[in-house]
């Protein structure tokens, strides 16, 4: 089992922290356009903000929250930038599909040893 990186994280904390990007994201709105995705620097507020995790099973570092948080969440970035929460809802959703879909020894290797 991965632990988590932030083990007592709630969803009202995820939520919290998407409505905290809308600034940023509506300033980046015109760069995420002329690059047909979203930046590396909101890439990289997704990692810390662990919005990438919210699907994810617990027992490979993930939060394991069900789909309401997790599309509030998205709802939230969308209303900061609509590309971006539709790019986001894509990207962080596969890994429901990998939980769901996959057999144990699949997700393994995946997931890796970190979660990642």
């Given at each position: ?53 919210i699907l994810q099973p617990r027992r490979y570092g993930g939060y ?45 290797e995946i997931f890796g040893d970190d979660g990642e």
């Amino acid at each position: 089992m991965i632990a988590a990186p932030e083990p007592g994280l709630t969803e009202r904390e995820l939520i919290d922290r998407a409505v905290a990007l809308r600034p940023a994201l509506l300033e980046r709105q015109p760069e995420t356009e002329r690059l047909t995705r979203y930046p590396k620097d909101t890439h990289d507020d997704f990692l810390r903000a662990g919005f990438y995790r919210i699907l994810q099973p617990r027992r490979y570092g993930g939060y394991e929250f069900g789909l309401p948080a997790f599309y509030r969440v998205v709802t939230e970035i969308a209303r900061g930038c609509p590309s971006t929460g539709w790019a986001l809802s894509l990207t962080a959703a596969h890994v429901l599909q990998v939980a769901a879909q996959f057999e144990e020894r699949a997700q393994d290797e995946i997931f890796g040893d970190d979660g990642e």
